[in-house]
């Protein structure tokens, strides 16, 4: 959605295409004749990646009926996804004011952190822009109905992005996924970036009893190097070092069990 310079909208679009996100604008998708309304609809609900909402002082004061309306039905989109407060993305192309517009929680459009491209930290600005739309692709493949799809986002996203809370509760969610690989990537996701957080602790003891070794293996190597004097440590690695039926878990296990004093 946008108001703003065209010169503007085009270095965006070559910045963003340059990292490899396709942008989807109505002066480029709309043809001569087509229903401009259904165009930008369909854009918006068939899983856009985010909207970016551009402004600048051009735009002050200005009322544009179907900017307005492309902006409603973003609205309308964010409360249905499930990271609502990442996908509208407000971006200034100079010290304009964003509109205090009703999006809904609570919130208003002015109320969200907008990418300042313009002056001294536009680079950097720039950058962030690029990042915070990457993790947003990231989060949805996450979802994919492709396990090696899922395994890749979710190694990405616990790598690159730790001390998200967004990227935390993926995790989480991802540590009971139906496939193997995923699994184990999420439980030493959580374990590299939330090792602080009880929930971590607590998904690593129902992993060691996970069906697949690996991630019975990862989830005891995790639980005796960062957790060894938890009391719970000791009886679930108890029992996995007398009864698990892998050898490398059973290992993994005793090693530890051999190493405590006393």
């Known amino acids: 959605s946008s108001d703003v310079c065209s010169s503007d909208l085009d270095e965006l ?3 963003l295409e340059a990292a490899a996100i396709q942008v989807w604008r109505d002066t480029a998708q709309v043809w001569p004749g087509e229903n401009w309304r259904t165009k930008i609809r369909e854009a ?3 899983n856009a990646l985010v909207f970016l909402a551009c402004y600048s002082q051009i735009s002050a004061g200005r009322v544009r009926t ?3 309306e492309e902006l409603g039905l973003a609205i309308e989109q964010m409360r249905r996804r499930r990271h609502e407060a990442e996908w509208l ?6 010290d304009c004011e964003l509109p205090d ?3 809904g929680g609570g919130h208003t459009l002015a109320s969200i952190q907008p990418a300042d491209l313009f002056g001294d930290r536009y680079l950097q600005n720039a950058q962030r822009l690029v990042e915070a739309i990457q993790r947003q692709m990231l989060l949805l493949e996450a979802d994919n109905t492709d396990s090696d799809i899922r395994w890749a986002a979710v190694e990405t996203l616990a790598s690159g992005w730790q001390g998200d809370p967004s990227v935390r509760n993926l995790l989480r969610d991802r540590s009971v996924d139906s496939n193997a690989d995923v699994r184990r990537a999420a439980v030493e996701g959580l374990v590299s970036g939330w090792r602080d957080d009880p929930i971590t602790l607590e998904l690593l003891q129902r992993a060691v009893t996970d069906f697949d070794a690996d991630v019975r293996w990862a989830a005891v190597d995790a639980l005796a190097s960062g957790w060894p004097g938890d009391p719970g440590t000791l ?3 108890s029992e996995r070092a007398a009864n698990d039926i892998d050898a490398d878990v059973r290992h993994a296990a005793r090693e530890f069990l051999a190493q405590r004093p006393g």
């Open 101 to 103: 517009i009703d999006i």
């Open 13 to 15: 679009q070559s910045l």
């Open 66 to 68: 179907y900017r307005n």
């Open 89 to 94: 993305m407000p971006v200034r192309f100079d």
């Open 235 to 237: 009886k679930v690695l």
């Open 44 to 46: 918006i609900s068939s």
